[in-house]
């Protein structure tokens, strides 16, 4: 019988299989629309969406969240919005920041743990 550890890994296997399912199917359905139809950004607001609702998947079953992926969804959700709103984001800064906030609130995060 399998333990609740392995039905977990299974689970978040199934999980990950279907992520990438549904990027492919959205890679390959936006290749076949016309630009004109999907703007600019709905490529990353896709990934974004993709990538965040993985995460919250992973977070009903209890299963950890990837902190990385809930990083880089968020980025690229952001990034898609602002293509589509025609607003400039700033990303490579952004990302720095991300990066250097969470070298700064790792411990402290750890620690409470």
Known sequence: MATQGEDKRALDKRLETIGWGLFLLMVG???LVPKSIAPEGTWAIGVGLIMLGLNLARHLKGIPVSGFTVVVGFIALASGLGDVFGAD????PIILILIGAS???????????
């Open 89 to 92: 984001l700033p990303i490579f």
């Open 29 to 31: 359905g936006l290749a």
């Open 103 to 113: 070298i700064i609130l790792r411990p402290m995060i750890e620690r409470r743990r």
